[in-house]
Structure formats: structure tokens, C-alpha cells
């Protein structure tokens, strides 16, 4: 786990490469657990505040402001190691990188509307890539669907045992 979370990581600018299923989950689960022990701790934070307003003292708010700008500062830090590695977990899968480009712009355009059909079409492009990124390595490939060109690789360390 710890592997994979470094590679993520030392990795996150390379996007002519492949990533496992397990390079991809385990930071996608080590990053779900760190904002969950973030909000926690901004929900007891916020808590706090509260609490010492109501009891008349007002020195509560700093802390809170503290782990908002923690959490803010955690997520634009993982904006490019996430889009790296899900274009490299769909390229491990078969498809291109431009796929993942794809699917946000049809989200995007599907959810700017306040249409509840077009927000439901959105949600099924979101379980389809999904779907994508869970996939096993070279699956589209196998299957005879369209596959990329992968000449042009770059060679990074991965948790794939590839002896």
C-alpha cells in the first residue's frame, strides 16, 4: 500500500505509461481515509467553535480555518497525480487517455443544465468510467476492441510483478 502511495506520487507527472488496478486503488483508498481524518478533525474543530461562542469566548475560529486550508492545500496537490494516474490505469486497460478527457467534458456538459434526465445520463458516464478504470490490464485489447499505441511507454516502477 505504502509502495503504491510513493509511486503515486513520484509518478504524477508521467501520463505516457501504465498503472495496475493496484497502483491505481490503494492511493485512490490512502487519499479517501486522509480527508476522512480531515473532515473529522474539521467537524470537532468546528464543533469546538461553536461550542466556546456559545460560551462566550471567541478564539475558536483559528483552528478551524487551519484544516480548511489543510484540506484545500491536500486536494490541489492530488489534482495532477489523480488525472497522471487515471490516464495511466486507462491506459493499462486498453483505452486512451483521451477517454478520461472525454468522459469529464460529456459530464461537465451534461450537468450544466438543470435537466434531471441529462444529470442521470452524466451518472451512467461516471459508473462506466468506473467501470473502465477497474478493468484488467490489456482487457480491451484482448477482447479485440480499439487499442492505443503504446510504443512510445515509459517505464516506471509499478507493484505488477513482471518477472
Given at each position: 500500500?505504502?509502495e503504491?502511495?510513493?509511486?503515486?506520487?513520484?509518478?504524477a507527472?508521467?501520463?505516457?505509461?501504465?498503472s495496475?488496478?493496484?497502483?491505481?486503488?490503494?492511493?485512490?483508498l490512502?487519499n479517501?481515509?486522509?480527508?476522512?481524518?480531515l473532515?473529522?478533525?474539521?467537524?470537532?474543530?468546528?464543533?469546538?467553535?461553536?461550542?466556546?461562542?456559545?460560551n462566550?469566548?471567541?478564539?475558536?475560529p483559528f483552528?478551524?480555518?487551519?484544516?480548511?486550508?489543510?484540506?484545500i492545500?491536500?486536494?490541489?496537490?492530488?489534482?495532477?497525480?489523480?488525472i497522471?494516474?487515471a490516464?495511466?490505469?486507462?491506459?493499462?486497460?486498453?483505452?486512451?487517455?483521451?477517454t478520461?478527457?472525454?468522459?469529464?467534458?460529456?459530464s461537465?456538459?451534461?450537468?450544466?443544465?438543470?435537466?434531471?434526465?441529462?444529470?442521470?445520463i452524466?451518472?451512467v458516464?461516471?459508473?462506466?468510467l468506473?467501470?473502465?478504470?477497474?478493468?484488467?490490464a490489456?482487457?480491451?485489447?484482448?477482447?479485440?476492441?480499439?487499442?492505443?499505441?503504446?510504443?512510445e511507454?515509459?517505464?516506471?516502477?509499478?507493484?505488477?510483478?513482471?518477472?
Amino acid at each position: 500500500m505504502f509502495e503504491a502511495y510513493k509511486y503515486y506520487w513520484q509518478n504524477a507527472f508521467k501520463y505516457r505509461a501504465v498503472s495496475s488496478r493496484a497502483d491505481f486503488w490503494w492511493p485512490v483508498l490512502v487519499n479517501f481515509v486522509i480527508l476522512v481524518i480531515l473532515y473529522f478533525l474539521l467537524a470537532i474543530a468546528g464543533y469546538s467553535t461553536v461550542n466556546s461562542i456559545m460560551n462566550g469566548y471567541a478564539n475558536g475560529p483559528f483552528f478551524v480555518i487551519f484544516v480548511m486550508f489543510v484540506i484545500i492545500a491536500f486536494c490541489l496537490a492530488n489534482i495532477l497525480p489523480s488525472i497522471a494516474i487515471a490516464v495511466r490505469r486507462l491506459r493499462d486497460a486498453g483505452l486512451s487517455g483521451w477517454t478520461l478527457l472525454v468522459f469529464w467534458l460529456l459530464s461537465i456538459i451534461f450537468t450544466s443544465n438543470n435537466n434531471n434526465f441529462l444529470t442521470s445520463i452524466s451518472a451512467v458516464l461516471e459508473i462506466i468510467l468506473l467501470v473502465f478504470l477497474c478493468l484488467p490490464a490489456g482487457y480491451i485489447n484482448k477482447h479485440g476492441w480499439w487499442s492505443p499505441n503504446y510504443t512510445e511507454d515509459v517505464k516506471i516502477p509499478s507493484l505488477r510483478n513482471e518477472q
